[in-house]
């Protein structure tokens, strides 16, 4: 497959209070971006862990974004400072797994940055269009990964 004919699946875990509203922002001004993702709204960024990573992967995702509010602003004083810890876990599995660290990223969007949001999402697609699909995406994934239940407790 040409990777300029690669429809990309990509997984983003957004934060309630900055990293959603930040998309919502980008959407409400009618900003262009790739609309090439599927958006997962968590309560804080802290509460994604290798589990929801991992499982994105599994139900045929080629790339996962993290996206929560800039360190000194979460609403939960400490999350984002737990999201890093739990990215560098991540990202050592990741690794363990064969999958380029390029496949996965960290990233601090607030509510008032929706050009941010808009930006890294096309950053963020053609970097995984660059590298092509997951390894990890099985046969059994060829189904239309916009159609699949995804079905993760991240917020409990």
């Known amino acids: 497959m040409n990777n300029s004919d690669f429809e990309p699946r ?16 980008a959407g409400v001004s009618r900003l262009q971006h790739s609309p090439k993702f599927r958006v997962i709204r968590t309560m804080c960024s802290g509460r994604v862990n290798s589990v929801h990573i991992l499982k994105a992967f599994e139900m045929g995702a080629d790339g996962v974004l ?4 800039h360190i000194g602003d979460c609403h939960y004083m400490f999350g984002n400072h737990w999201a890093i810890k739990q ?15 390029a496949r996965t990223r960290l990233e601090w969007v607030s509510a008032a940055e929706g050009p ?12 995984i269009q660059q590298l092509g699909p997951s390894p990890l995406r099985g046969e059994s994934t060829e189904e239309s ?10 917020n409990g």
């Open 66 to 69: 993290v996206s929560g509010c």
């Open 10 to 25: 990509i997984v983003v875990f957004a934060c309630n209070w900055c990293s959603y509203a930040g998309a919502d922002t």
């Open 145 to 154: 990964f916009g159609d699949r239940e995804i079905d993760m407790e991240v």
């Open 87 to 101: 990215f560098d876990v991540t990202r050592d599995l990741l690794n363990m797994l064969g999958l380029e660290e």
């Open 116 to 127: 941010k949001w808009a930006s890294l999402i096309d950053e963020f697609v053609t970097t």
